[in-house]
Each structure stands twice: as structure tokens, then as C-alpha cells.
């Protein structure tokens, strides 16, 4: 029961979280995506 609650509690903070910064989150995301797509590509 415990378990459950505590995950539940997390659950709903990262929620509140990622709904009160969704523009900072999806930036964050589609930077980190241009990073590694950079680092895949071999130097000519």
C-alpha cells in the first residue's frame, strides 16, 4: 500500500511539473536530440 502511494505522489509531481514547464522541457528535449544526432554523424 505504501508502494503505491509513494508512486502515485511521484506521479502526480513530476505531472504538476512537466505541465508547469512543458515549453522549457520540450526545448530541453529537442536540443538534446540536435546533440546527439550531431554526435552520430562522422566528421568529413
Do not use: C, S
Amino acid at each position: 500500500m505504501f508502494v503505491f502511494q509513494a508512486g502515485f505522489t511521484l506521479g502526480n509531481v513530476v505531472g504538476m511539473y512537466l505541465a508547469q514547464n512543458y515549453d522549457i522541457v520540450v526545448t530541453k528535449i529537442e536540443a538534446f536530440k540536435k546533440d546527439v544526432e550531431a554526435k552520430k554523424k562522422p566528421p568529413e
